[in-house]
């Protein structure tokens, strides 16, 4: 037992033995106990060590640093550094300076056809203003990185324009006109009688805006838009008797008249109108389709009209937000209305709707909508206007450049594309009717031919005149191709109600360039009426 008892001591013996042994042949894992990181800050270098893993901001909690609002640390504070990695922190200041700067007065130049070419009138003194600016520098480590930079400006003193009167009174040779020719100048609404030299201020309130002018059949009676300055109102109708020097602007109490306002054919104390509700977005108005009649009597009474509509609002079909035009037929019997998607004729008495020629309403690509022109002949048996025909390539319908002129038949309905590719902005004018030597009265259609008629949205026009039925076509203004053509627009001109005493012939009256011109229809002489390039609308009757 004593035996046995000494054997397992000895093989515990050996065992403790060879495990001592092989412990001291196995060397011990290493391990690093810190890191040591370099930090250089306000002009000092600071030496930290750290525990293996740490980030550039538990170097700075070490160093006993911290950044400011603007500071920053390179590398960034989440970056995990290690053994002999350095840290370098940017300083960031920043300073401001507040100046006093002039503001240099404008030079306002108003050209008046009433003083002698070159004679200057000073209307009003320029005086400087003044503002307060404040510039921001920016510093990093104490070297400027950023400077004057402007972060605010503050008006104390507006300045104030001067303004200066110039006589542009040119020898413009006075021409003979018949009927009366009426014209919007600056705001204000001047009569040319007998001669070109005879003008008259008829409406000098400044605020005419141009959305709607037309006299009526006898030519003593003017209808005017007037800007608005009431809150929620573009502009407001009024009229005025033009045959009394001593007559009073009535009101009509209509706002916000934008595409149609007119007499009705033969009076001259009835009006027709249609309307629209402002809107702060483009283009401004939102589009009620409808029509209204009134009367007023020369006292300023005025009906009301707003319960009994002739035409109830509506859509007014594709795009009717933007609006419906019309037209009268000359014998007041008829009229015709246009909107995007087509025209038609409207039945005045119930307010029914009958469409003639339906199109492809054109696709703008902005805030505006297209409408084609209408113009009735003199006789009411057609109907002239512009057609949007579809292309022929692939190009999609909406977005054809194809704008034909169009002559529409009211006894059959035939509707005969007399000048192909006029462009959208034709615009046809009719002529009164001239007797011929058979007895029969012919009539010549003036009209807006697009120098570029792929690009007619964006081109300038001709003034061209044709035949009823399209032939005969001429040119009359301008005829020289270096002149860049007329600036396309709705009412651009207006027939001679009689012929010229000088030629017996009819002509047009025409804005070009911000003046009045006038062209004879035949022989195609034009001759410029004025010259301070402030017309903007023309009529004449």
């Keep these: 037992m004593r035996l046995y008892h000494s054997r397992i001591i000895g093989i515990l013996l050996l065992s403790i033995v060879w495990v001592l042994g092989m412990a001291a042949c196995s060397s011990p894992p290493a391990t690093q106990a810190h890191i040591d990181v370099k930090i250089t800050a306000d002009g000092h270098d600071i030496s930290v060590q750290l525990p293996p893993g740490s980030t550039v901001q ?47 007065f404008e030079q306002q130049t108003l050209k008046n056809e009433s003083l002698p070419q070159d004679q200057e009138i000073y209307l009003q003194k320029g005086k400087n203003g003044l503002q307060e600016i404040t510039y921001r520098r920016v510093y990093e480590d104490g070297v400027e990185v950023s400077g004057d930079t402007i972060v605010k400006k503050v008006t104390l003193e507006q300045p104030v324009p001067e303004i200066i009167m110039i006589g542009i009174q040119a020898p413009f040779v006075p021409v003979a006109v018949p009927g009366k020719l009426i014209y919007l100048r600056d705001g204000n609404a001047w009569m040319i009688e007998e001669s070109t030299g005879n003008r008259q201020a ?120 933007w609006g419906t035009s019309f037209a009268w037929a000359p014998d007041g019997e008829q009229l015709a209305y246009a909107r995007p998607d087509g025209i038609g004729l409207l039945n005045f008495l119930d307010g029914t709707q009958a469409p003639v020629l339906d199109m492809i309403p054109y696709q703008t690509r902005g805030d505006w909508a297209w409408v084609p022109g209408l113009a009735w ?14 292309p022929a390539g692939t190009v999609s319908p909406e977005e054809s450049q194809v704008f034909d002129l169009t002559a529409i038949s009211m006894e059959s ?35 807006l031919q697009a120098i570029f008629p792929n690009q007619s949205e964006s081109s300038r026009y001709r003034l061209m005149v ?76």
């Design 58 to 104: 538990q170097a700075l909690d070490v160093a006993g640093l911290s950044l400011g609002t603007m500071d920053r640390a390179e590398p960034p504070l989440y970056s995990i550094l290690t053994s002999g990695s350095e840290v370098h922190i940017i300083r960031v200041t920043e300073d401001f300076e507040v100046v006093q700067e002039v503001i240099p």
């Design 377 to 390: 002949g003199p006789d009411g048996k057609n109907l002239y206007t512009v057609d949007h025909v579809p």
């Design 413 to 447: 309905g035939a509707q005969l594309h007399i000048v192909s590719q006029a462009g959208m902005f034709a615009y046809p004018v009719i002529s009164p009717a001239q007797p011929e030597a058979s007895g029969e009265n012919a009539y010549q259609v003036a009209y």
């Design 202 to 321: 008829v409406v000098t309130t400044g605020d005419l805006d141009g959305r709607i002018l037309s006299l009526s059949s006898d030519g003593s009676w003017l209808l005017f838009s007037r800007k608005s300055n009431e809150e929620g109102q573009i502009n407001g109708l009024w009229v005025k008797d033009i045959s009394s020097e001593d007559s009073k602007l009535i009101d009509l109490t209509v706002p916000n008249v934008i595409h149609f306002a007119d007499w009705l054919p033969g009076s001259d104390s009835k009006i027709v109108f249609s309307t629209v509700e402002p809107r702060t977005t483009a283009p401004g108005w939102q589009a009620n389709n409808d029509l209204y009649a009134l009367s007023f009597s020369k006292s300023g009474w005025v009906t009301k009209w707003k319960d009994k509509p002739v035409l109830e609002p509506n859509s007014g079909g594709i795009y009717g937000w």
């Design 466 to 541: 044709m035949d009823r039925d399209g032939s005969n076509r001429q040119v009359l203004f301008p005829t020289d191709d270096r002149s860049g053509g007329l600036s396309p627009q709705n009412d651009w001109g207006a027939w001679s109600p009689d012929p010229i005493p000088e030629s017996g012939n009819y002509a047009i009256a025409f804005i070009y360039q911000g003046n009045l011109w006038i062209v004879d229809a035949v022989s195609g002489k034009a001759q410029q009426i004025t010259g301070d390039g402030l017309t903007t609308r023309v009529i004449w009757k």
